[in-house]
């Protein structure tokens, strides 16, 4: 069973909306979130890191204002992508580091991801 | 900047064969190791974990880890089409109290009928 889960699994927006995703630690408190973007047949990219409670950490050529990330609780972490634009169509994909109970080990666990189409 | 390498691939065995992956690391302290597989279009699912020298065995994997060569490698017995997909080998890093996962680019593995 799935350890992380994420929401929404696909969403199609306009271009310059804004889109919310969710991510949730089913099993385990998670006090570090992370984030990643994929293109098709490329490498995942880490965007950013988050711990609950604190600013998350971005990584070099990710932008904080575009890429709003909210960590509220030790379960929940959130990233809203403002004004999106085609190219910020790709997969998103968080990931909660703790130990899961169902899987007894303490690592990153990925939730199922998102993929983003902004027309 | 602490470094897993992995060889792009792909990797292709005949369905029955034994495929072996292979990461290095630059961390001699390093402590703990995972693979991930993950299926074309889907996100990253961990398989495998190994923290001491030698051998673990789970099912048709084996994680085989040797920290003096600072290698560990992924054994696949008896790989089905369905093994087919991109695994990802990764160690952690800490620095001060954030942690996080290293991977490599990972490999694509392709098992034929």
């Known amino acids: 069973g799935a350890v992380v889960s994420q929401h929404p699994s696909w969403v199609i927006c306009k271009s310059g909306t804004s889109v919310k995703i969710e991510c949730r630690s089913l099993?385990?408190?998670?006090?570090?979130m992370f984030w990643y973007r994929q293109f098709p047949k490329q490498s995942l990219m880490l965007m950013a890191t988050?711990?609950?409670?604190?600013?998350?950490?971005?990584e070099q050529g990710v932008e904080k204002d575009k890429f709003l990330i909210n960590h509220a609780s030790l379960t929940l972490s959130t990233l809203t992508v403002t004004s999106a634009h085609p190219e910020d169509s790709s997969f998103y994909i968080c990931?909660?580091?703790?130990?899961?109970?169902?899987?007894?080990?303490?690592?990153?666990?990925f939730g199922p991801g998102t993929r983003l189409t902004v027309l | 900047q602490k470094e897993v390498e992995q060889n792009s691939g792909p990797l292709s065995v005949p369905e029955g064969a034994i495929a072996s992956l292979n990461c290095t690391y630059s961390?001699?302290?390093?402590?703990?190791f995972f693979w991930y597989r993950q299926y074309s279009g889907k996100s990253p699912e961990l398989i495998m974990s190994?923290?001491?020298?030698g051998d673990k065995e789970d099912g048709r994997f084996t994680a085989q880890l040797n920290k003096a060569s600072q290698y560990v490698s992924l054994l696949i017995r008896d790989s089905q089409p369905s093994d087919s997909a991109t695994y990802l080998c990764?160690?952690?890093?800490?620095?001060?109290?954030?942690?996080?996962?290293?991977f490599g680019s990972g490999t694509r593995l392709l098992v034929r009928p």
């Open positions: 990931s909660a580091f703790g130990t899961s109970a169902l899987r007894g080990l303490d690592t990153q666990y």
């Open positions: 099993d385990f408190q998670a006090t570090t």
């Open positions: 988050s711990n609950e409670g604190s600013k998350a950490t971005y």
């Open positions: 961390d001699r302290g390093s402590q703990s």
């Open positions: 190994i923290y001491s020298n």
């Open positions: 990764a160690a952690p890093s800490k620095v001060d109290s954030s942690y996080k996962l290293i």
